[in-house]
């Protein structure tokens, strides 16, 4: 059985920069496995590179670079910008790298052997931005929707896939596993897609030399479509099944039967159909497993207006990071907008979201939180208190946390999950306003004291609580909350499954404002 959830981005074009648009979807894949991880469940997240596509070889040519030179160049910019956005991937493939070219031309190979790939002349309509053939109907007269650029006929005698051939088998897997494609309501546009008939689509290319040679016509390399879509079985460690070959140290032995099939593809809505048609149609043919799950997310806009590299209106991550800081930047385009739906970005919105959640409200619950603490309780371990006369909401409340959670993972949703965080970052800010601890200790009688202990131990445990949940979110600053809770940093594997209300003391250190407010932009 697969004992790992296996999760994946699309892995990006290098003919440009990456931007916003695409950090959004690094950042929900990385916010899902960090989430599944703390709470004790295994994973493998993998995004990266894809390298064999026209446009990248004409990005190339224009810095005066072979096509490896240039793709070298932006695997070190874009994995160095990733870096500073803490996405913590175990694997960044390259559709260049050795094993990926292996396990392509293995896999090209087997469906020629079966007669699913044949030669044949196209003609047709062909968008470089999408790297993808058109009919007429599927473009605004003759524009590609997607790009809103020209889309040009060419005519190539090219290698085809038999994708018609899968078109019952693909309905049918809609309509046994209502589940595949998420959200729900874009499965509809994909069902109708193939009810209108599917046509075969090319997987070589023979106008240009960059990409995986064809295993049977070295004159032809694979497109890039085929050629991208294998990723997914490459970094899953395919290539050590096809050879028999030793697996590296420290590896399971089941490499690519823990990892396949994979728990969910994380993709724009833009590529949907070759997710939930190509691919699952190409699975079939080489007799391999379905991923579980593809999640299609939507666009982050900018005034209205998608991100795009082809229109020019791109923002990048490190542009904004160093405005905000990573921790805001992560937290904005996790929290503000609806992962399955389109999303805006706005440096002032982002500043104010900033301000509003991690400044004023989780931020200054802990700083006047650990302040107290200090001032009512000095040089004192803060121990559980023996008994408790207010307190046992909040920590029903924060006992409920975890499943909501876990809900919010389930359904690839990290607004809902920061949404039950920061309810809980209020009910802690609330209880500070109903139980007045100031006026607790002015009291200063045994019985108020004991109160006074009690409210303050909450606070110190829910605030535990709330970092621990935000670890996922906000990898960054988080760990100085435990520093100056006076407690030791929670391993990142099952700290959230780990938790339990009651179980450790507090010292607190002196506190400093972790999240400052943020000042708009000139």
Same mark, same amino acid.
């Given at each position: 059985?697969?004992?790992?959830?296996?999760?994946?981005?699309?892995?990006?074009?290098?003919?440009?920069?990456?931007?916003?648009?695409?950090?959004?979807?690094?950042?929900?894949?990385?916010?899902?496995?960090?989430?599944?991880?703390?709470? !004790?469940?295994?994973? %493998?997240?993998?995004?990266?590179?894809?390298?064999?596509?026209?446009? =990248?070889?004409?990005?190339?040519?224009?810095?005066?670079?072979?096509?490896?030179?240039?793709?070298?160049?932006?695997?070190?910019?874009?994995?160095?910008?990733?870096?500073?956005? !803490?996405?913590?991937?175990?694997?960044?493939?390259?559709?260049?790298?050795?094993?990926?070219?292996?396990?392509?031309?293995?896999?090209?190979?087997?469906?020629?052997?079966?007669?699913?790939?044949?030669?044949?002349? %196209?003609?047709?309509?062909?968008? @470089?931005?999408? @790297? &993808?053939? %058109?009919?007429?109907?599927?473009?605004?007269?003759?524009?590609?929707?997607?790009?809103?650029?020209?889309?040009? /006929?060419?005519?190539?005698?090219?290698?085809? +896939?038999?994708?018609?051939?899968?078109?019952?088998?693909?309905?049918?897997?809609?309509?046994?596993?209502?589940?595949? #494609?998420?959200?729900?309501?874009?499965?509809?546009? =994909?069902?109708?897609?193939?009810?209108?008939?599917?046509?075969? +689509?090319?997987?070589?290319?023979?106008?240009?030399? /960059? !990409?995986?040679?064809?295993?049977?016509?070295?004159?032809?390399?694979?497109?890039?479509?085929?050629?991208?879509?294998?990723?997914?079985?490459?970094? &899953?460690?395919?290539?050590?099944?096809?050879?028999?070959? $030793?697996?590296?140290?420290?590896?399971?032995?089941?490499? +690519?039967?823990?990892?396949?099939?994979?728990?969910?593809?994380?993709?724009?809505?833009?590529?949907?159909?070759?997710?939930? =048609?190509?691919?699952?149609?190409?699975?079939?043919?080489?007799?391999? &497993?379905?991923? @579980?799950?593809?999640?299609?997310?939507?666009?982050?806009?900018?005034?209205?207006?998608?991100?795009?590299?082809?229109?020019?209106? =791109?923002?990048?991550?490190?542009?904004?990071?160093?405005?905000? !800081? &990573?921790?805001?930047?992560?937290? %904005?385009?996790?929290?503000?907008?609806?992962?399955?739906?389109?999303?805006?970005?706005? *440096?002032?919105?982002?500043?104010?979201?900033?301000?509003?959640?991690?400044?004023?409200?989780?931020?200054?619950?802990?700083?006047?939180?650990?302040?107290?603490?200090?001032?009512?309780?000095?040089?004192?371990?803060?121990?559980?208190?023996?008994?408790?006369?207010?307190?046992?909401?909040?920590?029903?409340? +924060?006992?409920?946390?975890?499943?909501?959670?876990? #809900?919010?993972?389930?359904?690839?949703?990290?607004? @809902?999950?920061? #949404?039950?965080?920061?309810?809980?970052?209020? #009910?802690?800010?609330?209880?500070?306003?109903? $139980?007045?601890?100031?006026?607790?200790?002015?009291?200063? $009688?045994?019985?108020?004291?004991?109160?006074?202990?009690?409210? *303050?131990?909450?606070?110190?445990?829910? *605030?535990?609580?709330?970092?621990?949940?935000?670890?996922?979110?906000?990898?960054?600053?988080?760990?100085?909350?435990?520093?100056?809770?006076?407690?030791?940093?929670?391993?990142?594997?099952?700290?959230?499954?780990?938790?339990?209300?009651?179980?450790?003391?507090?010292?607190?250190?002196?506190?400093?404002?972790?999240?400052?407010?943020?000042?708009?932009?000139?």
């Amino acid at each position: 059985m697969k004992k790992t959830n296996y999760i994946t981005t699309a892995i990006v074009y290098p003919n440009s920069r990456i931007h916003v648009g695409w950090a959004w979807e690094c950042l929900g894949a990385d916010w899902l496995a960090r989430g599944l991880s703390a709470l !004790g469940e295994k994973t %493998y997240f993998v995004t990266g590179m894809d390298e064999h596509s026209v446009k =990248v070889q004409r990005a190339a040519e224009v810095k005066n670079l072979s096509p490896q030179s240039y793709c070298d160049q932006m695997s070190e910019d874009i994995q160095k910008v990733l870096t500073q956005m !803490g996405i913590r991937y175990d694997r960044f493939i390259r559709t260049s790298d050795a094993d990926h070219q292996c396990v392509v031309q293995s896999l090209v190979q087997r469906a020629f052997d079966q007669g699913d790939i044949y030669k044949a002349k %196209y003609e047709g309509f062909y968008c @470089e931005g999408c @790297e &993808a053939f %058109y009919t007429e109907k599927d473009l605004k007269e003759g524009v590609c929707p997607a790009h809103n650029k020209s889309a040009k /006929w060419i005519t190539e005698e090219n290698y085809f +896939f038999r994708l018609s051939k899968y078109q019952d088998r693909l309905l049918k897997l809609f309509q046994d596993q209502p589940t595949f #494609l998420q959200p729900e309501y874009r499965k509809a546009e =994909v069902v109708n897609f193939i009810q209108a008939g599917l046509k075969d +689509f090319s997987i070589s290319r023979s106008t240009f030399s /960059w !990409g995986v040679p064809l295993p049977f016509d070295s004159k032809h390399v694979v497109y890039v479509w085929f050629d991208a879509l294998i990723n997914y079985l490459t970094a &899953a460690g395919l290539e050590f099944k096809l050879k028999n070959m $030793t697996q590296p140290k420290g590896e399971s032995e089941n490499l +690519f039967e823990n990892n396949w099939p994979a728990s969910v593809h994380i993709i724009g809505k833009d590529i949907t159909r070759f997710h939930c =048609v190509y691919w699952p149609a190409m699975l079939m043919s080489l007799g391999i &497993a379905l991923p @579980e799950r593809v999640f299609a997310h939507g666009f982050i806009q900018v005034k209205g207006d998608r991100l795009s590299k082809s229109s020019g209106n =791109v923002v990048t991550p490190d542009e904004v990071m160093a405005v905000s !800081g &990573a921790d805001p930047f992560r937290y %904005y385009l996790l929290a503000e907008n609806q992962f399955s739906q389109d999303g805006n970005f706005s *440096i002032d919105a982002l500043v104010l979201k900033n301000n509003a959640d991690l400044a004023n409200d989780f931020g200054n619950l802990v700083n006047r939180s650990i302040n107290m603490a200090r001032k009512y309780f000095p040089e004192v371990l803060i121990t559980p208190p023996k008994q408790r006369t207010h307190s046992l909401e909040v920590q029903a409340s +924060f006992e409920k946390l975890i499943s909501e959670l876990r #809900l919010a993972l389930d359904h690839i949703e990290p607004s @809902e999950y920061v #949404l039950a965080c920061n309810a809980r970052s209020r #009910l802690l800010n609330l209880y500070i306003d109903q $139980t007045k601890p100031w006026a607790l200790a002015k009291l200063n $009688t045994e019985a108020s004291q004991e109160q006074l202990h009690e409210v *303050i131990y909450t606070l110190l445990e829910g *605030i535990r609580w709330l970092a621990t949940s935000f670890i996922p979110v906000l990898p960054f600053k988080i760990p100085e909350v435990f520093n100056q809770l006076g407690i030791a940093f929670p391993e990142a594997f099952g700290s959230l499954k780990a938790l339990e209300w009651g179980e450790l003391s507090y010292k607190p250190s002196q506190p400093q404002p972790i999240y400052p407010r943020l000042e708009l932009p000139q």
